[in-house]
């Protein structure tokens, strides 16, 4: 019983899960950036992401609504 199941996993994420990761493990032959597209992809959204917190930042910081004073946590 506990064999088919775990087979059931492998067949799921090798067979249909992971089949577009595939197709681009083939692809690095052709072409290096398409084959790295996802990679691209989460560098982008991280990069999009860290410009946004920062920002963030900076404005709780302009308006002086952060609290730096060292007893500002209870577990300080």
Do not use: C, T
């Amino acid at each position: 019983m506990w064999k088919s199941f775990f087979e059931a996993i492998a067949y799921l994420f090798e067979e249909i899960l992971l089949v577009p990761f595939n197709f681009l493990r083939e692809m690095q032959l052709d072409s290096w950036w398409f084959a790295n597209i996802v990679s691209w992809i989460f560098l982008f959204l991280g990069i999009v992401a860290s410009i946004y917190w920062i920002k963030q930042l900076k404005l709780f910081d302009d308006r002086g609504e952060e609290n730096k004073d060292i007893s500002s946590h209870s577990f300080l």
